[in-house]
Nanobody, 119 residues
Framework: QVQLVESGGGLVQAGGSLRLSCAAS????????MAWFRQAPGKEREFVSAISWSGGNTDYADSVKGRFTISKANTKNTVYLQMNSLKPEDTAVYYCAARIGTMGAYAYWGQGTQVTVSS
């Protein structure tokens, strides 16, 4: 069973930075695609960024391009989301997710970590 555990959330002022981590266990993830989603109060969950374990192909939502960077540490089975130049509208619960391959639904989800950006 795949388990995803996020960490690194917190309270930061606008313009600040945070790095989220997602520790994955339970499988070998070489064929997986890992992603970050977020959900703000009263809003639907939205895609933030994704990366493939093999090859490192990345993707970003337009709202975070140039500010957020997704990366992975294969030996640690960990995915990171470096968030810079944070804005109050980035406030949300951030979730790590995983799926097999490059298509289809994300089947595995972490419990989420709260990010709050104050103005």
């Amino acid at each position: 069973q795949v388990q995803l555990v996020e960490s690194g959330g917190g309270l930061v002022q606008a313009g600040g930075s945070l790095r989220l981590s997602c520790a994955a266990s339970g499988r070998t993830f070489v064929s997986y695609r890992m992603a970050w989603f977020r959900q703000a109060p009263g809003k639907e969950r939205e895609f933030v960024s994704a990366i493939s374990w093999s090859g490192g192909n990345t993707d970003y939502a337009d709202s975070v391009k140039g500010r957020f960077t997704i990366s992975k540490a294969n030996t640690k089975n960990t995915v990171y989301l470096q968030m810079n130049s944070l804005k109050p509208e980035d406030t949300a619960v951030y979730y790590c997710a995983a799926r097999i391959g490059t298509m289809g639904a994300y089947a595995y989800w972490g419990q989420g970590t709260q990010v709050t950006v104050s103005s």
